[in-house]
């Protein structure tokens, strides 16, 4: 059994597991989604051979909604950044502080300066619910550097609905530099703040880089809210988030605002806003973000969008070789909502929406008001609104759209967008002008997805 592989793919739809060719030498084995638990969001095959008898767990893409799992090795397993040794560390480069429990864990929270750190092992921070009266953990001005070492800390709770820049990190930037943390993941976290509010930071500060972390859990705020981050004016990169999120005004599923760069990052599970500014990955984007998609649901009062509620025109801001699949509704009369993005003020190049839109005024499947520039995109969800409907977009203001398609029977033509059939949209000749030799290729797994453009820097 020892180095067979064994893929597949899942339909969340039909919640049905498909094994696509045989590793096994009976083909006895059967496979299911983990929707909670240790293993929430992965793929259980289980083995059923007389010398492996055993259920191994896939890593899920739901990007091509396939797995693949190497029997019997780990597909998730992490490498660590070698052994912690003994003592407590001194703060520096080469000899960080070091955090074995969480008394260790609240040492950072109570230093927060710009000594080095590092996790030895897994933490168990279930007990930071008793701290400060049962406002929980206290989130703290961080710029040092923080390694995670493929660990994680689990059941962080924070209850502070009165304040400002909540999270495992208040803010990462001050007088004295930026800060770094990397390596790093947050388990069913709870988190309650007021504005500028994120499981792993409220604000990400100038120059500085969150990298290859991970939160899951609960968010909830007013302002600048997001599953990640409340606020990006740095870097993020190789993140996501996996929960719910919600909150009154710009909220995201990953940031509720950045001026700052996403690359990399990806946002799951559920979004929800009573104003203006909601996003599947983002409220209001006034950065670059580039190689991030969002799968979330999203409910929002007016632009609301798949992946961003309004992509605001701030030196260039730009959103590219992005997707969203989420289904996204409003019940506010101007609406402004579309399956990727509300509100266009500025650029969107290379992205797609899957999911369908529904709302009032303003509605369209990938965008709902266009007052700057889409290139080469598409849409193929359904739309449902009053007036000012689009397939594509709802409304282009003296806005540029431009070899863009959508599914001619998921919305009316109102001639913003190019509207085809799907055998249409299945043809690399359709799409005028695209790049397919570096940023687009044609569907990779037939067995599972529809046959449509893709992203290859999401397969390559």
């Known amino acids: 059994m020892a180095n067979r592989t064994i893929t597949g793919c899942y339909d969340p739809t039909s919640k049905t597991v498909l094994f696509i060719g045989e590793a096994c030498d009976s083909g006895n084995y059967c496979g299911s989604y983990v929707a909670t638990g240790e293993h929430a969001g992965m793929i259980a095959v289980t083995i059923l051979e007389a010398n492996c008898d055993a259920t191994y767990y896939a890593c899920f893409d739901p990007i091509t909604k396939t797995f693949k799992v190497d029997i019997p090795d780990d597909c998730c397993e992490i490498v660590t950044c070698g052994v912690c040794g003994e003592g407590a560390g001194a703060g520096t480069e080469a000899n960080p502080y070091k955090i074995r429990t969480f008394e260790d864990l609240c040492l950072l929270m109570t230093t927060g300066s710009s000594s080095y750190w590092r996790l030895c092992n897994d933490i168990d921070a279930d007990a930071s619910s008793e701290l400060d009266g049962g406002a929980g953990w206290t989130p703290l001005n961080f710029y040092g550097q923080l390694n995670g070492c493929g660990y994680k800390i689990s059941n962080l709770y924070i209850n502070r609905p009165t304040t400002n820049g909540v999270g495992f990190i208040s803010g990462t930037y001050s007088a004295g530099g930026s800060g770094s943390v990397y390596n790093l993941g947050l388990a069913n976290v709870s988190i309650t703040g007021r504005d500028d509010v994120g499981s792993f930071c409220g604000a990400i500060g100038y120059g500085s880089t969150i990298t290859n972390c991970y939160a899951t859990g609960t968010v909830t705020g007013e302002d600048s809210v997001g599953g990640f981050c409340g606020i990006n004016r740095g870097s993020a990169t190789s993140c996501y988030f996996n929960g719910s999120v919600s909150g009154l005004y710009v909220v995201g599923g990953f940031q509720g605002q950045g001026g700052g760069t996403a690359t990399s990052c990806y946002s799951m599970g559920s979004v929800s ?8 990955f983002i409220g209001l984007n006034a950065g670059t973000i580039s190689n991030c998609y969002s799968i979330c649901s999203v409910s929002g009062g007016e632009e609301v969008g798949g992946f961003c509620g309004e992509n605001y025109n701030y030196e260039d801001s730009l959103i590219t070789s992005c997707f969203a699949s989420g289904d996204v509704s409003s019940t506010d009369s101007i609406s402004q909502i579309g399956g990727f993005c509300g509100y266009n003020d500025s650029l969107i190049t290379n992205c797609y929406s899957e999911g369908n839109s529904t709302g009032i005024t303003y509605v369209g499947g990938f965008c709902g008001s266009n007052l700057d520039t889409i290139t080469n995109c598409y849409s193929v969800g359904s739309v449902s609104g009053t007036s000012y409907v689009g397939g594509f977009s709802g409304r282009n203001y003296f806005g540029h759209i431009t070899s863009c398609y959508f599914l001619n029977t998921a919305g009316p033509d109102n ?8 055998d249409q949209l ?3 000749s359709t799409y005028i002008d695209w790049n397919f030799g570096t940023i687009w290729t044609m569907c990779i797994v037939p067995e ?12 390559e």
């Open 273 to 280: 806003g009573t104003g203006y500014g909601i996003g599947g």
């Open 415 to 422: 001639s913003l967008g190019t509207p085809e059939t799907a």
């Open 426 to 428: 299945a043809e690399e």
């Open 448 to 459: 599972c997805i529809p046959i449509l453009p893709y992203l290859r820097s999401f397969y």
